[in-house]
């Protein structure tokens, strides 16, 4: 139903949390690959982000670019699970602040307050989906019931125009010199 209600709101929602997405995924793997400093134990906070990211790909897809909007059981699950592990990585980003990893402990912290914001994102979108559909409903079928129907006013004025220029060349008047009997 989302894609054929309204596909450009349906698109534009959904392209701008996956870009975020992959946008953060690539910033934590760039950061890994051009690390500059191997001797902060890292493992554990890495294991967290990318099981994140799994869960926040899973969560994208199935909220967002799914033909229907299901919030089951499932997806639930993955959500509690993915702020579950936020939450750790706040305790994550403290200890690796602590231990001075300056090159990753941004990275963990840009990610924490994006899935915040993906959070509170899915939760809008989930308290004002009903209204939403109702919209996408009222103007799917306002299209369906005026799109086949001609504007017989657009008609009516050309045809009038096309008969007065008809007339302008019948008669052989000239328009600038001939106003009045035109």
């Known amino acids: 139903m989302r894609k ?32 500059n400093n191997i001797n902060i134990d890292i493992k554990w906070s890495v294991i967290e982000v990318f099981t994140k990211h799994i869960l ?21 699950v993955v959500l509690g699970l993915s702020v579950l592990v ?17 090159w990753w ?26 209204t939403k559909l109702l919209k996408w409903r009222q103007d799917l079928v306002f299209d ?9 006013s657009e008609k009516h004025i050309r045809t009038n125009i096309e008969s007065i220029i008809q007339q302008i060349e019948d008669e052989g008047l000239d328009v600038d010199n001939d106003n009045s009997k035109i």
């Open 56 to 76: 926040g790909a899973f969560l994208i897809r199935q909220l967002y670019f799914n033909s229907k909007f299901q919030f089951k059981a499932n997806t639930k």
């Open 105 to 130: 402990g941004p990275i963990v912290l840009n990610d924490i307050v994006l899935y915040f914001l993906m959070f509170g994102q899915m939760f809008q979108e989930y308290t004002v989906w009903g």
């Open 4 to 35: 054929t209600t309204d596909i450009l709101v349906y698109s534009k929602d959904d392209i701008h949390w996956w870009s975020c997405w992959f946008t953060q995924l690539s910033l934590c793997i760039l950061a890994l690959v051009f690390r």
């Open 86 to 102: 936020n939450m750790m990585l706040i305790f994550r980003y403290m200890t690796l602040k602590k231990e001075g990893a300056t």
């Open 144 to 152: 369906q019931r005026f799109r086949n129907s001609s504007d017989e």
